[in-house]
């Protein structure tokens, strides 16, 4: 069991930076691949980026590639978001999700575990 809290959101400029964090809680952290989700207003959840249990496996959405980077840290229990270059379109509230065993997948369906959430708005 692992349970997800994150944080670093807020209101930003377009072109801004900001970085996420997921805490966990449990001693199994570093068997859970990681991923980060998000979802704006009337929008279905979508895929940001993922990394697997190892850390030798990294995905991210195409609308994400080259600004958005995922890492983890298992001696910490986190995993962290670094957004760089932000637009209007990654508005969102945005979710930490694990899953046990995984390979950074892309479908919400893989994980088992969900954060509350936070909130990134970015503004013109």
């Known amino acids: 069991q692992v349970q997800l809290v994150e944080s670093g959101g807020g209101l930003v400029q377009a072109g801004d930076s900001l970085r996420l964090f997921c805490a966990a809680s449990?001693?199994?952290?570093?068997?859970?691949?990681m991923g980060w989700f998000r979802q704006a207003p009337g929008k279905e959840r979508e895929f940001v980026a993922a990394?697997?249990?190892?850390?030798?496996?990294?995905n991210s959405a195409d609308s994400v590639k080259g600004r958005f980077t995922i890492s983890r840290d298992n001696a910490k229990n986190a995993v962290y978001l670094q957004m760089n270059d932000l637009k209007l379109e990654d508005t969102a509230l945005y979710y930490c999700?694990?899953?046990?065993?995984?390979?950074?997948?892309?479908?919400?369906?893989?994980?088992?575990?969900w954060g509350q959430g936070t909130q990134v708005t970015v503004s013109s």
């Open positions: 990394i697997s249990w190892s850390g030798d496996i990294r």
């Open positions: 999700a694990a899953d046990l065993w995984g390979r950074a997948a892309m479908g919400i369906y893989e994980y088992e575990h």
């Open positions: 449990g001693r199994t952290f570093s068997n859970y691949a």
